[in-house]
């Protein structure tokens, strides 16, 4: 039998993907997530061969979610399409924009290169994580001041890569910002205000912090 030929279901996350193609666009990610999740490459490929749906344990924005998903399944399809968590944007899929980004143990990841069993047992933190109630998380808030989006599409990433940042340099230099954000991709061009954000964005948290 043709390996792709079961994969062409409706209700499969990858179904417009072949198993062939899913882990081509992984690429290198196997190596991501072994050292990640303290997987061997080997159990991380076989998590993408294995079809047969699996109970998955999820805590995200600190609320836990017990789901059955196939062990393929990527983050990103979890939180969009079981979880209705539509912030988290899908982008190119394949680990090239950063529009899909959100933090696992405080540390930036795609979701869409992700399995979403990679993230049993760690804490995720979406987009709509950053909110307290009707307000702003600081990020969103500096973004917001310097109008650091345009089409806005991308937005969410782009806040979700700085969070991760800040959150592991509180102070960052000019070219610090430029690297931590040099994996999310703005189609518009809104570089400059990005980085003013994230500058903007350590005020504030550093503000916070004093207060």
């Known amino acids: 039998m043709n390996e792709d030929h079961d994969l062409k279901r409706t209700d499969d996350p990858c179904s417009r993907v072949s198993r062939r193609g899913f882990l081509e666009s992984v690429g290198v990610g196997m190596t991501g997530i072994a050292v990640a ?74 979701s869409c290169l992700t399995l979403a069993f990679e993230a049993d047992g760690h804490d995720v933190t979406t987009i709509e994580g950053l909110v307290h109630g009707e307000k702003l998380g600081v990020v969103q808030q500096a973004f917001l001041e310097k109008d650091a989006f345009q089409c806005g599409y991308c937005t969410p990433g782009q806040i979700m890569a700085a969070e991760g940042l800040l959150r592991s340099n509180h102070d960052p230099s000019d070219e610090e910002i430029r690297e931590g954000m040099s994996g999310n991709l703005c189609r518009c061009g809104a570089y400059q205000h990005i980085f003013k954000a994230v500058r903007r964005a350590a005020e504030l948290k550093k503000e916070e912090g004093s207060a």
């Open 37 to 110: 999740s303290n997987l061997s490459a080997q159990d991380a490929e076989e998590l993408t061969e294995d079809a047969e749906p699996k109970k998955l344990s999820l805590v995200i924005n600190g609320r836990k979610h017990m789901l059955i998903v196939e062990p393929r399944t990527n983050l990103l399809y979890v939180l969009r399409e079981k979880l209705g968590m539509t912030g988290t944007k899908p982008g190119c899929e394949r680990g090239e924009c950063g529009a899909c980004t959100v933090l696992i143990d405080d540390k930036s990841r795609y």
